[in-house]
């Protein structure tokens, strides 16, 4: 089972002053921040997924993440010298997309199947999946001629067409990457019929797409449904998928790898589920800066909380919480300091409880990973990108050290 990472430029600054806050002066970002793989060893997945649609936008003006030096970087390295894929363990690979969530309003896809072909070979990827359209509803029990599957035909045959182009032009082009395909479907029927399809045109690796809003259950209804028409040798990858209980489930029906950004964005994203742990998750410790609390500055401008104040409060809650992780203050006294900065920034949500929890327990302490071992509590404090990103770095880690012990294998 091969788990590949979505990338979208999510790096950290090695050189970062976390008492300070401030950047080498002089620091280049590609050339001078690190990845995921690069901080941790080893590395947290198989592989990085890049999507076209993040490197270039497409047509209609719609911008990509990368900024035109770094996009004339990429085609000119090629993706595993500006990746920087080659590692201790092996070198990772890496497979592109075309990221059809960024376009899924449209009528069509915005690429052709050549502009395509062009980005993944020009680039040297392992993996190319073809351009897809994507599907979200699921409507198990409707069949392809019910009128309200006219939209969802249609996208599944756009879907189809591109594949056979696809997989004709790889041929013809003699590419150097292995091609997939998508299957774009509404039903578990619907889904069996797209395989068939895909393994008749000649493909064995076939990409599961649309499921990100499906339940497990659902998921899981799909691949039976599929598992009568796979051939033996047809290898499934899930698009945005990593259930981690339900990965061993998934893997009897021949699915051999996966992508998902959810371990590193529920850093930042959840509510809750912030630090992940080999049993449990905790509750971030959030100290945003006065200065990048959106909220908090409007109830600065329009009179309500006194700037210094809450300078103040922020500059406590820190200097309290470093305190207790020294064996310095009590848990009561950083949890204080905590809640007072809390009523001025938000006020409306009492996270009393789950900060004592994360507080008591000191689950950085237990990790092993680089990142806890020398930051210490720094890890557990939402606060900007650069802790939230090594956050998000660490629950990869964690989440490769589970995923290993759920198949029994090793991810290197």
């Avoid at 997309?97 to 199947?113: H, L, M, T, W």
């Avoid at 990409?207 to 899981?220: H, Q, S, Y």
Wanted: net charge neutral; charged share 30%.
């Amino acid at each position: 089972m091969r788990f590949f990472f979505p990338d979208s430029q999510d790096q950290v600054d090695p050189g970062f002053e976390f008492i300070t806050e401030e950047r080498d002066p002089l620091r280049v970002r590609q050339r001078d921040d690190l990845y995921a793989h690069e901080v941790l060893d080893p590395p947290p997945f198989h592989g990085l997924l890049v999507s076209k649609s993040i490197v270039d936008g497409y047509s209609d003006g719609s911008a990509g993440k990368y900024t035109a030096a770094q996009r004339r970087r990429l085609y000119r390295e090629g993706a595993h010298q500006f990746f920087r894929l080659d590692h201790a363990h092996g070198p990772l690979r890496i497979m592109g997309d075309c990221g059809a969530f960024s376009y899924v309003k449209e009528i069509y896809p915005p690429y052709s199947v050549d502009d395509v072909i062009d980005f993944y070979d020009g680039c040297g990827f392992d993996y190319g999946i073809a351009v897809d359209h994507v599907i979200f509803q699921y409507e198990p029990q409707t069949s392809r001629d019910d009128e309200r599957a006219t939209e969802w035909v249609r996208r599944q045959d756009i879907t189809l067409a591109l594949a056979n182009e696809f997989w004709t032009r790889c041929k013809s082009r003699r590419v150097r990457f292995v091609p997939l395909a998508v299957a774009q479907g509404w039903s578990p029927q619907s889904y069996a019929d797209a395989v068939v399809t895909l393994q008749r045109i000649g493909y064995r690796r076939i990409a599961m797409g649309g499921m990100v809003p499906l339940k497990t259950r659902e998921i899981l209804a799909c691949l039976h449904a599929v598992d009568d028409v796979r051939r033996s040798d047809t290898q499934l990858h899930l698009l945005g998928i990593s259930r981690l209980d339900d990965i061993p489930a998934f893997a009897t029906h021949g699915v051999t790898s996966f992508d998902s950004t959810s371990p590193f964005r529920q850093a930042f994203k959840d509510d809750r589920d912030n630090y992940y742990t080999p049993r449990t998750t905790y509750v971030a410790l959030r100290v945003p800066q006065v200065e990048g609390n959106v909220k908090l500055r409007k109830r600065i401008a329009s009179g309500e909380v006194d700037q210094g104040r809450a300078i103040a409060l922020e500059r406590s809650a820190l200097r309290l919480l470093r305190d207790y992780d020294a064996g310095i203050a009590t848990l009561d006294d950083a949890l204080s300091a905590l809640q007072n900065y809390s009523q001025v920034w938000d006020g409306k949500i009492d996270r009393s409880a789950a900060y004592r929890r994360t507080l008591e327990d000191r689950p950085w302490r237990d990790c092993t990973c680089a990142l806890c071992q020398a930051l210490g509590i720094e890890i557990v404090v939402f606060r900007g990108s650069e802790r939230n990103k090594r956050r998000g770095f660490h629950n990869l880690h964690v989440f490769r050290g589970r995923l290993r012990n759920q198949l029994g294998e090793d991810l290197t």
